[in-house]
């Protein structure tokens, strides 16, 4: 594996954003630096990258991993380059969420949890999104996808498709 | 220093004592039990749930009583506080609750587990805990692991309370292990399959309370109340060299520190003690290790009575007993 | 219509921009505080208006300020929650996205009322998109010179930033979030010490909700005399609804505290009503972890008044006939719906937020889940209904931070009112091999068949 570092346009940014908290205090810019990190690196949080990450801010790697794994939207292993998370607590269920999770296992020929064959998309469910007035939605990146019919699924996997574009929440 | 009542008994305590800390001052049946609480170990306490108190008048000040039950080993006592430790029927429930919850995905393989007799959870279910379960679903269960070449971890049987990982932020060098995951889906572990190697790391061992980090060195050799435990010391230049060996005729099968009446070590010892010197030249024994009557080990373990030890052991035996008295749910 | 204390300029073009923002009267509470108020007179006036914390639990905002310990000499701190992660709760970020330079100048506001320097705000990580937002307004705010050194010429500085959660849900509760904000894993703190003595970095802080730190702007504008004008009694002022399930217009509307129910529901002006022509069967009037009301008790309370949105009214009748205003996460079932696994979902939300930390969630919210499962999947016996009350009473009460009672009270309140259908599942699993059991044909209690014949 080559060798996990931030472009200096990033450590710019890493610097600005440790410099939000006061001295000693560093710590605190983990859970943004994690955010950049697994934007930068294929979606994911790889131990080189977590201990990379571990070595900016002056802690031990342990404590990385600790916080990584404590958080949903952090990835521990690869994922498709669209990471598709389809809401599915009460409101988005009472919406009919269900029928987007079968018809896009259908679609994708996977199982919630699973990646398609092309490394393309990586199905997952998620828990309240907090959209559930454009109820039944997904995420995908930053995006929202909102009021979601089995059709506007359809069009969606295809833009994402012609895309190809790795989905990241920084973008 | 604040007047505090538990259970009824006054005591007077410094300022900032915790209830529990209070309640062991009195003795007695009143003492919560503490499944994560651990007196040498700074931050611990306050999440197993089992030391919970009823706090019926909270101060002398402001004598409303406190809406929830309390962790008694985090709350500390202001001056004129009211407790109700075994005397709560709510708090009894409270506690047969927390032991029902704490073994809905503990393996209860205790026929295998080298803890057995010396465990704090089968004492604690001992005590509170009802004779069939109700949980029918599958139980969380993980692969053991080495945690180097001397520590087992057996993570199905852990009961997250935390202690080892204040062991390895508080008395070693640096910490390699923590808690990955969240929810029920937690563990202990050091996420890359790091050994743990440090030359205090063995205390993990002493401070978990189940079988989930054993000695390996000890591993499967004798059931504990088999053995013949003796307090012993050595010149260490690491650590205050005060021990307990647990012998078999001339074998010394494990070593390792010495814990109170709480089952805390007071003195962390160092890993050459723990697995380097185990024989029985290496150590000036001191004679037997005292173990409480109501321990399964003091079942083959005889000492060498003396009349005034024997009639603190009967008085102690009273107050016991009176302290069964006060809750007023006990059925026998 | 009812007066709109903070939505009032929503549908103005551009409103989200610091110029048209300011065009329209924004920044003037800022002025006016910062020139010609004293910080004890900006929280006496917040203390009057009777505001309450819009996050779920609506403590009085004026005296958990007033808490904030002012003889410490280490730095004192705002941070304003913005995790919203309450199922059926999207005000926050609605107002994030539209009208981000009312949340900043009530942090403004709110700062310099109590005195911090620096202040964050903690956004949920999912909600990234709504980050940039915020971000890009606090530049224009610095630009403009309402943030920085000495702003508006006085002696008052402030820095504000951003920082993103990653993802759980926990981190809404207070100390969970001071403890994620610190880098850490957000588990709930043991108190005390409350964050108004030891918080962020073990100094002084306070944590308010996106909407709360919201209403301050308004507040100092209008004066608290005529805040707390509107509403009844210790609900005063407006409160952001968020309204989704199934009506006719989900969305998120501002109402005045005192409005009845039945009008929220059925009036065009806000939910336009149940859709597809169906009738209401049940509601959680305040985020997920409120008690669930069927038709009859959210729209009159067991005494048969009509039930009102106010804190006082929605929890009439206690946990027995009543339920909370919570966060205003207003959740509308209709006919069709199972209230079975309605529930099932909602357990299965709570087992996968419990942090862990403590033993009745980390082991109960995971129990009740498998048990709902089962019976929602034709699997159950007839004494696990009685089992998940009893889970639930186990758990209630008993957990470091409050996860524990709102898992708990959704489960505890849906047996109370709906226990018969648990039972059907028992009773006809066969019935209930189709996830859409219900929505063919609706749930009907045979209790009530049996009197009406």
Known sequence: MSEVRFSNDTLTLVSKLIGRYPEGRQKSALLPLLHIAQSEFEGWLSVPTMDYVASLLKIQPIEVYEVASFYSMFNLKPVGRCLLEVCQTGPCWLRGSDDIVIHLEKKLGIKVGETTADGMFTLKTVECLGSCDTAPMLQCGAAYYENLTTESVDALLVKLNADGERSSYMK | ?332 | ?453
């Not at chain 2, 007077?12 to 209070?22: F, K, M, P, R, S």
């Not at chain 2, 010495?258 to 010197?277: A, G, L, M, P, S």
């Not at chain 3, 001071?178 to 005390?192: A, I, M, N, Y």
């Not at chain 3, 009672?405 to 599942?425: G, L, M």
């Open chain 2, 1 to 332: 220093m604040a007047k505090v009542t538990i259970d009824g008994i006054e005591i007077e305590v410094q300022d900032g004592t915790t209830i529990l800390n209070a309640a062991r001052q009195i003795g007695g049946d009143s003492v919560p039990p503490a499944m994560c609480y651990y007196s040498s170990l700074k931050d611990s306490g306050g999440k197993c749930r089992v030391c919970l108190v009823k706090v019926a008048q909270g101060s002398a000040k402001d004598p409303r009583p406190m809406p929830k039950l309390m962790a008694s080993c985090r709350t500390p006592v202001m001056d004129g506080m009211v407790v109700q430790s075994i005397t709560s029927p709510e708090v009894l429930e409270a506690r047969k609750s927390v032991v029902e919850f704490l073994l809905i995905n503990h393996p209860l393989d205790c026929p295998i587990c080298d803890q057995a007799g010396e465990c704090d959870l089968q004492n604690l279910a001992y005590k509170h805990g009802v004779g069939q379960t109700r949980y029918e679903e599958e139980k969380r269960t993980f692969e053991k692991i080495d945690i180097g070449d001397k520590i087992k971890l057996h993570m199905t049987r852990c009961i997250l309370c935390y202690r080892c990982t204040f062991v390895a932020n508080q008395i070693t060098d640096n910490r390699v292990h923590g808690i990955i995951g969240r929810g029920d889906a937690s563990e202990i572990s050091t996420y890359i399959q790091k050994a743990v190697d440090n030359d205090f790391s063995g205390n993990m061992i002493d401070v978990c309370p189940v079988g989930a980090l054993t000695d390996k060195t000890f591993r499967f050799k004798s059931r504990v109340w088999f053995t013949n435990p003796l307090d012993a010391h050595r010149d260490c230049k690491k650590c205050s060299g005060k021990v307990v060996l647990w012998t078999k005729g001339e074998e010394v099968l494990r070593v390792s520190a010495r814990t109170d009446q709480y089952n805390e070590v007071k003195e962390f010892i160092c890993n050459e003690c723990r697995f380097d010197h185990k024989i029985k030249s290496d150590w000036i024994i001191e004679g037997p290790r005292h173990i409480d009557r109501h321990s399964v080990i003091a079942q083959n373990h005889y000492e060498k009575s003396d009349l005034q030890k024997l009639k603190k052991e009967i008085d102690r035996q009273i107050e016991f007993e009176k302290g069964k008295l006060l809750s007023p749910n006990n059925p026998g």
């Open chain 3, 1 to 453: 219509m009812g007066k709109q204390f903070l939505l009032g300029n929503i549908k103005v073009p551009g409103i989200h921009t610091y110029d048209v923002y300011r065009k329209h009267g924004g920044y003037n509470a800022a002025e006016k505080a910062l020139k010609t108020q004293t910080r004890d007179q900006v929280i006496e006036e917040v203390k009057f208006s009777g505001l309450r914390g819009r996050g779920g639990a609506g403590f009085p905002s004026g005296m958990k300020w007033s808490f904030l310990d002012q003889k410490s000499d280490k730095p004192r701190y705002l941070v304003c929650n913005a995790d919203e992660s309450e199922p059926g709760t999207f005000k926050d970020r609605f107002l994030m996205e539209k009208l981000p330079h009312l949340l900043i100048e009530g942090m403004i506001i709110s700062s310099y009322a109590l005195g911090a320097k620096t202040s964050y705000i903690y956004i949920r990580g999912e909600y990234m998109y709504v980050l940039r937002i915020l971000e890009k307004a606090i530049l224009e705010a610095y630009a403009a010179g309402f943030l920085g050194k000495n702003i508006l010429g006085t002696d008052f500085s402030l820095d504000l930033y951003v920082h993103p959660g990653a993802g759980a849900y926990i981190c809404g509760e207070e100390t969970a979030l001071l403890e994620s904000l610190e880098g850490k894993r957000g588990l709930p703190r043991l108190k005390p010490p409350f964050p108004a003595i030891a918080g962020l970095y073990a100094c002084p802080t306070v944590v308010n909700n996106v909407e709360t730190i919201a209403s301050v702007p308004c507040i100092v504008n209008i004066s608290a005399d005529l805040y707390n004008d509107i509403g009844i009694g210790k609900s005063t002022g407006t409160k952001l609804i968020s309204a989704s399930g199934h009506i006719n217009k989900p969305g998120v509307y501002e109402i005045e505290l005192g409005l009845p129910v039945e009008e929220f529901i059925y009036s065009d002006e806000y939910c336009g009503g149940i859709w597809k022509g169906r009738s209401l069967k049940a509601v959680v009037a305040g985020g997920s972890s409120v008690p669930i009301l069927p038709a009859n008790l959210i729209l009159k309370t067991a005494k048969g008044e009509p039930r009102l949105m106010t804190y006082e009214s929605l929890s009439d009748g206690g946990f027995v006939s009543g339920s909370m205003l919570g966060s205003g996460g207003f959740i509308v079932m209709d006919e069709t719906t199972c209230i079975v696994r309605n529930l099932w979902t909602f357990a299965r939300f709570y087992h996968h937020e419990s942090c862990g930390q403590c033993s009745p969630c980390r082991e109960g919210t995971g129990w009740m889940e498998k048990v709902l499962h089962r019976i929602e999947h034709g699997h159950g016996h007839m004494s696990d209904v009685d089992l998940l009350v009893d889970i639930a009473k186990k758990i209630e009460g008993n957990t470091i931070c409050p996860l524990g009672d709102a898992a708990a009270w959704p489960v505890a309140s849906a047996i109370r009112h709906f226990r018969e259908e648990f039972e059907y599942h028992v009773k006809y699993p066969e019935k209930v091999k189709d996830p859409k059991h219900f929505e063919k044909e609706p749930f009907v209690s045979e209790k009530l068949e049996r009197a009406v014949h």
